[in-house]
């Protein structure tokens, strides 16, 4: 359906979030937080959701906090931004929550660790440089869109 809300292809609630800039689907994250402390985007940020990307993408800084709670390591073979677990440890990862208008939108790492062809688990964060005037700037692609 184009405008309106197909009831059969959902489960759960809708949150309707507004807005920051009208360029995008660009709105304002709270924070991003595991273990109840945030890892990224602190004081706030912009982000912009993203169907036509996969990933979880962010600043280097942020992404590599998140990488470091999830014990992620550099992947030895193409792509070389790529980072790994253990597949072995991924129930014990913890949740990423994205604090959005004062509602917390977790991923459990089922959703944000992609099994690879090669049998490894990949990261499904991506650290790139994009700055904005507005600061740090996110994309949340498939992954968070799919939860």
């Not at 689907?25 to 706030?44: E, F, L, Y």
């Not at 709670?69 to 990423?96: K, N």
């Amino acid at each position: 359906l184009f405008g309106a809300i197909n009831d059969t292809c959902f489960t759960g609630n809708l949150t309707w979030i507004p807005l920051s800039a009208r360029t995008y689907w660009q709105i304002k994250v709270d924070s991003i937080t595991m273990h109840g402390r945030p890892v990224a985007c602190p004081s706030g940020c912009q982000a912009i959701v993203d169907t036509g990307t996969s990933l979880l993408a962010g600043p280097g800084p942020g992404v590599g906090n998140i990488h470091d709670e999830m014990g992620a390591t550099r992947a030895r073979l193409f792509p070389p931004r790529q980072q790994t677990v253990s597949c072995g440890f991924i129930h014990l990862l913890p949740d990423v929550v994205f604090v959005i208008g004062g509602t917390r939108f977790p991923l459990p790492p089922q959703a944000y660790v992609r099994k690879q062809e090669d049998g490894s688990c990949a990261s499904g964060f991506e650290a790139y440089a994009l700055q904005t005037a507005a600061g740090e700037l996110w994309i949340l692609g498939d992954i968070f869109l799919r939860r």
